[in-house]
């Protein structure tokens, strides 16, 4: 049986403009046999809950949200349980606060995924690594790229969650350790409180938890949050840096993890 031959198909929906395409996307093919399902986390921007209500309205469909409570549903906690905020292999809060819990949401259903069309190559890395998933990319399939989807959303009416319009490329939490230092410097710029927030995580976890400096090939070496802060780096700008992916995908996709985070 192929994936869309099965009754019911799962849509993992985060709360961007290229998950909310592929969910369209399989709603227009499959319609009812299509299922939505998200994790909500505690450290995404609360315009997140308004989008994913906007998108339910728009698509005619509800959204099932699934919440950790071992951690609160917070990274936070998950770097603090388990003694470290990333690794090459990623980092613990994308398996524990979403793929466990995604993964666990009718395991046997195929899945719907918002890869676009230039992330083909990720879309192999994830078949190779779980050949038992049965997966739909609609976005892969139909040629769109994150520009399209971007567009998709402006024309259905719908407006992205407040981080894009602050120049993030997505809208996950906002204190992600997949992020480059350019990243961090815009959360310092927004979302202070948060930063200060990892900073603190940091203090407690020592220098094995600082992030690395360049991930393009430059110098590395770890800096603190405390100190990027005092630093004025004008090469580390979240424009020049590779998008983040976790958004219902990196915590259960190829490995490593994007980015060199460790
Ligand atoms: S978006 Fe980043 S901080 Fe949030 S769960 Fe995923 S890896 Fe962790």
């Known amino acids: 049986m192929n994936a869309v031959e099965s009754t019911r198909i799962v849509a993992r929906v985060s709360c961007g403009a290229a998950s909310f395409v592929a969910w369209k996307i399989a709603v227009e ?15 995404e921007h609360a315009d997140n809950r308004r989008f994913l209500a906007d998108c339910e309205r728009y698509l005619g469909r509800s959204v099932t949200v699934l919440r950790d409570t071992k951690y609160g549903a917070d990274p936070i906690k998950v770097w603090i349980a388990k003694r470290f905020i990333a690794s090459r292999e ?15 949401f ?11 069309s230039d992330e083909a190559d990720r879309l192999d890395k994830f078949v190779d690594a779980n050949a038992n998933k049965r997966v739909i990319a609609p976005l892969i399939e139909e040629g769109l790229s994150k520009e399209d989807c971007f ?21 996950n939490c906002l204190n992600c350790p997949k992020g480059g230092l350019g990243y961090w410097k815009h959360i310092d710029r927004y979302y202070p409180e ?8 940091q203090d407690l976890l020592g220098p094995s938890s ?11 070496e770890r800096i603190s949050l405390r100190t990027l802060r005092e630093i004025d780096e004008p090469r580390w700008r979240i424009e020049d840096e590779p998008p983040i992916q976790c958004g219902g995908l990196c915590e259960l996709t190829e490995s490593p993890a994007h980015g060199d985070v460790a």
């Not at 998709?152 to 490329?169: H, K, N, R, S």
């Open 29 to 43: 093919r499959y319609g009812d046999r299509v299922e939505a399902v998200n994790a909500f986390i505690v450290k």
């Open 90 to 104: 990623g980092a613990p809060c994308s398996k524990a606060l979403k793929g466990r819990i995604l993964d666990a």
């Open 106 to 116: 009718r395991p046997n259903d195929p899945m719907v995924l918002g890869y676009t």
């Open 151 to 171: 567009q998709i959303v402006v024309d259905a009416g719908l407006t992205l969650p407040v981080p894009y319009m602050q120049g993030f490329d997505n809208s």
């Open 194 to 201: 948060n930063y200060e927030e990892a900073a603190r995580v």
């Open 210 to 220: 600082w992030f690395l400096s360049d991930r393009r090939g430059g110098k590395r």
